[in-house]
Structure formats: C-alpha cells, structure tokens
C-alpha cells in the first residue's frame, strides 16, 4: 500500500504564503514525478505543478512565478511554497504521486486526501 500525507493548508490573507507537504510512504520502488492539483468547487481539478525524478518542473501558467515546487527525495517528500496568494487560489489542494510499487509493476497514480487552501480578499 502506498500512502501521502499532506500538511500545510489553512486560511491566509491575500498577498500570505503558505507552503504545502507531501510525504509518501509505503510500498514504493521508484516515483517517476510527484505534483499538485487543486480543485475547486464546481470546478474540475487541475494541474499546479509537476516535478519530475530528475527535477525537472512545470507549472500552471496561473501560478507560474508564485509558486515553487521541489522535493527531498531521501524522504519522498514534495513541498509547494505558494507566494502572493489570491483568492483566486482558493482550493483543495491534492498531492499527486506517479510511483511503481515494484520491479514487475508498471506506473500508477496514487493521491492524497486533500488538503484545504483558502485565500481571503
């Protein structure tokens, strides 16, 4: 089983920062990327951004020069520091991992639960 945590959501002002975590853990082999999608109400969920295993990254064009995405791969971990908020940023906010679970296997998707991020005016 493979499973990722997310911390770091809350309440912030407009202008505020946040920074998001994501830790996986579990029966993992190898991640081939770790990223972030938002998804707010009455909203499809979305593309934040991207990191892949060799650091290359990508970013919503929304979010581009706000947001930075990086990782720590002794612990799995990705973060996304989230710089001049707007409410227009207001979501919850899921950790996305594309990881194999063994040699045998071949990639898949596995997500967090979801974490709160809302932006006042």
């Known amino acids: 089983q493979v499973q990722l945590v997310e911390s770091g959501g809350g309440l912030v002002q407009a202008g505020g920062s946040l920074r998001l975590s994501c830790a996986a853990s579990?029966?993992?082999?190898?991640?081939?990327?770790m990223g972030w999608y938002r998804q707010a109400p009455g909203m499809q969920r979305e593309l934040v951004a991207v990191i892949t295993s060799g650091g290359s990254t990508n970013y919503a064009d929304s979010v581009k020069g706000r947001f930075t995405i990086s990782r720590d791969t002794a612990k799995n971990t990705v973060y996304l520091q989230m710089n001049s908020l707007k409410p227009e940023d207001t979501a919850v906010y899921y950790c996305?991992?594309?990881?194999?679970?063994?040699?045998?296997?071949?990639?898949?998707?596995?997500w967090g639960q979801g974490t709160q991020v809302t932006v006042s005016s």
């Open positions: 579990g029966r993992i082999f190898s991640i081939n990327a």
């Open positions: 996305n991992a594309h990881l194999r679970i063994s040699f045998y296997t071949s990639s898949d998707d596995y």
